[in-house]
């Protein structure tokens, strides 16, 4: 067993848990925001995991290359999507306004 076996061996299972406990909090989670965030941290951490944990099994760069391009779509795709997501839900009146601890769209400038 070499290095990268154990590596790997430790981060495929490290992402799974990861994503399964985003999936969980998606279904166990009371309200939009709540879900929206187990939707994007664990799920986005769970990913880079899995592919940090493929990445010494590729067996090159150039076939470890398209994980990192992969890794880096997320990083830039989920944190905009949460945000979008959560000001198009805001604006529609979706959240119960009263569960926000600070509303800072809601001040005057």
């Known amino acids: ?3 990268g076996d154990v590596v790997t061996a430790v981060l495929l299972p490290a992402g799974a848990a990861f994503c399964a406990a985003g999936a969980l909090g998606v ?5 939009l925001l709540t879900r929206l965030h187990a ?3 664990p799920q986005t951490i769970g990913l880079l ?3 940090a944990g ?3 099994q590729a067996g090159s ?3 470890a290359v398209p994980l990192l391009l992969v890794a880096v779509f997320q990083l ?3 944190p905009v999507a949460a945000q979008t997501i959560g000001a ?3 604006r529609a009146g979706a959240l119960d306004r009263t569960a926000l601890t600070i509303d800072d769209t809601d001040r005057e400038p």
Request: glycine share 0%.
């Open 27 to 31: 279904l166990r989670f009371p309200d």
């Open 49 to 51: 995991l899995v592919l």
């Open 88 to 90: 198009a839900a805001y």
């Open 61 to 63: 760069v150039a076939a």
């Open 54 to 56: 493929a990445a010494p």
């Open 1 to 3: 067993m070499t290095a």
């Open 76 to 78: 830039l795709t989920a």
């Open 39 to 41: 939707a994007t941290k």
